[in-house]
T-cell receptor
């Protein structure tokens, strides 16, 4: 049963610390998406990749966020330095073109 | 103005009722994705459609391209259908723009 995996599932950190979230897309999927969900904003697209190349990261605060795909089995989302307003659930999704499968999310709390 | 708008925001129903959730979208959206988010937070893809109608079990999704409108129907609703249902539009084919979601509660 193929699924998107994300680690860690939960992260509590202090303001100013670096946070790294990881995603393993489903094998064979060529697109990977990062989303953020907050109570206030709902779901928002942060960045996405096709065939490991970044296509759109306009939803991401670039001064502190970075997204990469070092290889086809791993996507990372980093926040440095983290701020309390970054507290949210971060979802990764993968698909063949469209984001068909979502990971369980990483719940981030920045104190 | 949101490119994807859902209604209602909240919906309660008695078990067995027929439920409809509506989604309107703007120009530039080429297809729609219906998602279900469980109380635990996990997101499940229900349907992706760009025309016509799709059915899976008790769930039916329809889309009217001319009117830029889609509906998600649940027949014979059950308490386990309680979740947030999210309509998302595909902009430029693969970039999703999300609606605000409809919180559904089905009571026994």
């Amino acid at each position: 049963d193929a699924r998107v995996t994300q680690t860690p599932r939960h992260k509590v950190t202090e303001m100013g610390q670096e946070v790294t979230m990881r995603c393993q897309p489903i094998l064979g999927h060529n697109t990977v998406f990062w989303y953020r969900q907050t109570m206030m904003q709902g779901l928002e697209l942060l960045a996405y990749f096709r065939n490991r190349a970044p296509l759109d990261d306009s939803g991401m605060p670039k001064d502190r966020f970075s997204a990469e795909m070092p290889d086809a089995t791993l996507a990372t989302l980093k926040i440095q330095p983290s701020e309390p307003r970054d507290s949210a659930v971060y979802f990764c999704a993968s698909g063949l073109g469209a984001p068909g499968y979502f990971g369980p999310g990483t719940r981030l709390l920045v104190l | 103005k949101n490119e994807v708008e859902q209604s209602p925001q909240n919906l309660t129903a008695q078990e067995g009722e027929f439920i409809t959730i509506n989604c309107s979208y703007s120009v530039g959206i080429s297809a729609l994705h219906w998602l279900q988010q469980h109380p635990g937070g996990g997101i499940v893809s229900l349907f992706m459609l760009s025309s016509g109608k799709k059915k899976h079990g008790r769930l039916i999704a329809t889309i009217n391209i001319q009117e830029k409108h889609s509906s998600l129907h649940i027949t014979a609703s059950h308490p386990r259908d309680s979740a947030v249902y999210i309509c998302a539009g595909f902009h430029n084919t693969d970039k999703l723009i999300f609606g605000t979601g409809t919180r559904l509660q089905v009571f026994p």
